[in-house]
């Protein structure tokens, strides 16, 4: 089971920290990503993180503002959002893979999906 928190209603330029815990799969051995779901829109993958942590990947809309981390210990994985625009208003998922991954921002690189939490921004 995958779950994201920590999404909510925000002010363009704020920041947002959202998070994701998984119960029953092996965590630490996963490589997890995030992804965004805006209205009228197709799921885009956004940002990656490898098994380790040490590569990570991002789309160019969100490069610079986003940041993805895990930590294996707490079975968590973060996506710490700045910056925030209007237009990243969307459902934003978590999922986890077994890999190996060709970009880590495909839908198919992916196994297990979160419910999703809804992010917005206001202008």
């Known amino acids: 089971q995958v779950v994201e928190s920590g999404g909510g209603l925000v002010q363009a330029g704020e920041s947002l920290k959202l998070s994701c815990t998984s119960s029953?799969?092996?965590?630490?051995?996963?490589?997890w990503g995030w992804f965004r779901q805006a209205p009228g829109k197709e799921r885009e993958g956004i940002a990656y993180?490898?098994?380790?942590?040490?590569?990570?990947t991002y789309d160019d809309s969100v490069k610079g503002r986003f940041t993805i981390s895990r930590d294996n210990a707490k079975e968590t994985v973060y996506l710490q959002m700045d910056s925030l625009k209007p237009e990243d208003t969307a459902i934003y998922y978590c999922?986890?893979?077994?890999?190996?991954?060709?970009?880590?921002?495909?839908?198919?690189?992916?196994?297990?999906w979160g419910q999703g939490t809804q992010v917005t921004v206001s202008s």
């Open positions: 999922a986890g893979g077994k890999g190996p991954v060709v970009t880590g921002l495909r839908l198919a690189d992916y196994d297990y």
């Open positions: 029953g799969l092996n965590f630490e051995h996963l490589v």
């Open positions: 993180i490898s098994w380790t942590g040490g590569t990570t």
